[in-house]
Structure formats: structure tokens, C-alpha cells
């Protein structure tokens, strides 16, 4: 069974910066795609940033310039450097990840706990 875990959230002031981590636990295969989602009361769960097997990245025009989405393959780990926070990144950010497990021929889609990142003064 794979497991996602967060950790690197928590309470920063407006201009500062977090660095989220994902660590993927368990018989891993492989790792297809890591993503990092974001959700604040109220609010839909959204698409913060995404980077591929081969290192693509996306971002969301809210975070562009100032978050980075990186991954280190031989730790199984993600990663998102966030910059120039802003009261509104407050939510609990999500780590998913597209993992196929070890000695499986499909991908499964697994989900972290979540961290909290709050921006405040």
C-alpha cells in the first residue's frame, strides 16, 4: 500500500516563504505525475501546480512566478517552494501523486492528509 505524507506547512507572514514535501512511503513501482492541490473553506479543491515524469511543470495563474514544483525520483519525494505568500494562499494543501505500486501493472491515484499553510500578519 502506498502512503503520501505532507509536512513543511504552517503559519507564515505576507512576503514570506514555505516548502512543502510529499514523501511517498510504501512498494513503489513508479511515480507518474506529482501534483499539489490546495482547498480553503468554502472553496473548491484546486489545481495549484503539476510536474510530470519527465519534469514538466504547470501552474495555476495564481501562483506563477512564485511557486515552484520540483521532485526527487531517488526519494520518492515532491516538493513545493512557495514564495511571496499571500493572505490569500491560505488553505490546506494536498499532495496527490499518480503511483504505480511495485509488481502492479496500473496506476493508482493516492491522496495526502493535507498540510495547512496559513499567511498572516
Known amino acids: 500500500q502506498v502512503q503520501l505524507v505532507e509536512s513543511g506547512g504552517g503559519l507564515v507572514q505576507p512576503g514570506g516563504s514555505l516548502r512543502l514535501s510529499c514523501a511517498a512511503s510504501?512498494?513503489?513501482?513508479?511515480?507518474?505525475?506529482i501534483a499539489w492541490y490546495r482547498q480553503s473553506p468554502g472553496k473548491e479543491r484546486e489545481l495549484v501546480a503539476r510536474?510530470?515524469?519527465?519534469?514538466?511543470?504547470n501552474y495555476s495563474d495564481s501562483v506563477k512566478d512564485r511557486f515552484t514544483i520540483s521532485r526527487d525520483n531517488g526519494r520518492n519525494t515532491g516538493y513545493l517552494q512557495m514564495n511571496s505568500l499571500k493572505p490569500e494562499d491560505s488553505a490546506i494543501y494536498y499532495c496527490?501523486?499518480?503511483?504505480?505500486?511495485?509488481?502492479?501493472?496500473?496506476?493508482?491515484?493516492?491522496w495526502g492528509q493535507g498540510t495547512q499553510v496559513t499567511v498572516s500578519s
Open positions: 496527490n501523486a499518480v503511483v504505480r505500486p511495485a509488481f502492479r501493472s496500473r496506476f493508482v491515484d493516492c
Open positions: 510504501g512498494s513503489i513501482g513508479s511515480i507518474r505525475a
Open positions: 510536474i510530470t515524469s519527465d519534469d514538466a511543470t
